[in-house]
């Protein structure tokens, strides 16, 4: 039986968040990253560190608290008194798994009509495949999206327009123009195209190591949750595609110098060993790709 308090406690609200890289005080960063890595209690178990918001009688933050893998606690202060709760749409974890007849994929050929950007960087776009909003993870979605991104670029973040959904835009094209590349053999006709593998979209409740998954992104250096730059809206993650074996090359042009950087053109690799993470504004239609590594 449990005493008045414990039920009292019991009966409190509670957020679990997937990660802890953020600062409890109500601000910009604090309400992005609660609505993009707020989960279930299972899901926020298994990522390598979550969070607990427990709210009180009226609704205000009473308590935040982390913890990791090894069962270790740290209380995390709350630096407004003021913080209500909100209910949020609770996000799920869903794996890429390969399937030879998936409605999705990663790499393949550009489509014939799909038209990558007019652009003059000094690396080309590749074409890194299409996800289907036909998906239960995806029916936010307002049409497919074909996944392109100059990964072979120094670049912070690429922002696409997909108001035409089969010719998006660059809309920092001024920033994009005059990127640095991140390895010298790139050229802008360089050219890439890699093995198409099909994959269908499961729900699972921890990040299995593979190509890719969705709903809740997993960062290796920091949260950088991206605001839409024409709306001002917290975006929303759509993928995050991951350094895997299983996307190997079909065909470049790259022939590198040194020995050392041919790995990094026999497989779809984002900076070596990082991750390539995508969200996406539904009004506004922008995209936003970001590489994070360890």
């Not at 409890?24 to 992005?32: F, I, R, T």
């Not at 749409?89 to 038209?115: A, D, E, M, S, V």
């Not at 949750?225 to 996307?247: A, E, G, H, V, W």
Request: hydrophobic residues 30%; contains cysteine.
């Amino acid at each position: 039986m449990l005493n008045k308090l414990e039920q009292l406690k019991e009966r409190k609200k509670k957020q679990y968040l997937a990660g802890r890289e953020f600062n409890v005080d109500g601000k910009e960063h604090y309400l992005s990253f609660i609505e993009t890595q707020i989960t279930d209690k299972e899901t926020a178990e298994n990522f390598f560190s979550h969070s607990i918001l427990t709210y009180n009688e009226n609704g205000y933050l009473e308590y935040a608290e982390s913890k990791n893998q090894d069962g270790d606690v740290r209380e995390l202060p709350i630096r407004d008194n003021k913080i209500k709760y909100r209910n949020l749409r609770i996000n799920k974890l869903y794996n890429f798994q390969q399937k030879k007849n998936g409605k999705n994929w990663l790499g393949g050929k550009t489509p014939t009509n799909f038209l990558i950007p007019d652009n003059t960087c000094p690396g080309s776009f590749q074409y890194l495949g299409k996800v289907s909003a036909n998906n239960k993870a995806f029916n936010w979605l307002p049409f497919d999206i074909n996944l392109i991104c100059p990964i072979f670029l120094n670049f912070d973040k690429i922002w696409l327009d997909y108001s035409e959904p089969n010719a998006p835009k660059i809309f920092n094209s001024e920033e994009v123009n005059s990127l640095s590349k991140f390895y010298d053999d790139i050229k802008p006709s360089s050219f890439i195209e890699y093995e198409q593998v099909n994959f269908d979209i499961n729900p699972v409740t921890e990040i299995r190591f593979g190509i890719g998954f969705t709903g809740i992104p997993s960062w290796i250096q920091f949260s950088d949750i991206p605001k839409c730059p024409k709306t001002q809206k917290t975006m929303r993650f759509l993928c995050q595609l991951q350094d895997s074996d299983n996307i190997k090359t079909k065909r470049t042009n790259i022939k590198p110098v040194n020995d050392w950087y041919k790995r990094y053109f026999e497989k779809m690799t984002f900076w070596g060993d990082g991750e390539l993470f995508v969200f996406f504004e539904p009004e506004s239609k922008i995209a936003c790709y970001m590489i994070q590594n360890s």
